[in-house]
């Protein structure tokens, strides 16, 4: 197993099967998938498992597991993705997070993303990063702020229906460069 990232309390590394169950529970947890279009099924965690270890595989990066150190916790993940839909910043690379709503407004996400940007600059010498969410996920938009990205501009995702109430997104960036 490789560890990617350490925090002064967590691990970002490779993907386990024993984290699957967890991760299944957060994919359907209420609150976790408020501010998504739907929760997921266990299948379909199953599915987004496989995507994210062949994404590593293909490009070296991705979304990383997230363990606490104290307890080696499987607690979410933050990481890396390439944004493949059709809008007008692509092609990009994102930063996201998506983490079990125990540990919330603990500074974990806030903690992991802002070392994943470091990573990203140091070690995949990466120059821009993008983070984009829903508008009404207003704890997502702030852990963009407090990790130095500035606001971009709002946008219709095109993958939400036009009239549903998360198309709007909000888009946040970070330069890489000088950082």
Not at 69 to 98: C, M, Q, S
Not at 112 to 135: D, H, M, N, P, R
């Amino acid at each position: 197993m490789n560890t990617y990232i350490e925090t002064p309390r967590l691990i970002l590394r490779d993907w386990k099967e024993e984290d699957i169950p967890v991760f299944a529970g957060l994919n359907s947890n209420d609150q976790v998938m408020e501010f998504f279009l739907k929760k997921l099924s266990y299948q379909e965690t199953l599915d987004f498992y496989n995507r994210i270890r062949k994404e590593f595989a293909s490009r070296g990066y991705g979304l990383y597991a997230v363990e606490k150190k104290e307890n080696h916790a499987f607690i979410g993940y933050v990481g890396l993705h390439d944004i493949t839909f059709d809008v007008d910043f692509a092609p990009a690379v994102e930063i996201g997070w998506r983490l079990i709503p125990e540990v919330w407004n603990q500074g974990y996400a806030t903690e992991a993303a802002s070392a994943c940007l470091e990573y990203a600059k140091k070690t995949l010498g990466l120059k821009e990063l993008y983070s984009f969410t829903s508008l009404p996920n207003k704890r997502s938009e702030r852990v963009m702020q407090k990790i130095g990205m500035v606001k971009s501009k709002e946008f219709d995702h095109p993958l939400v229906s036009p009239d549903h109430p998360l198309c709007r997104h909000v888009l946040y960036k970070i330069s890489l460069i000088n950082r």
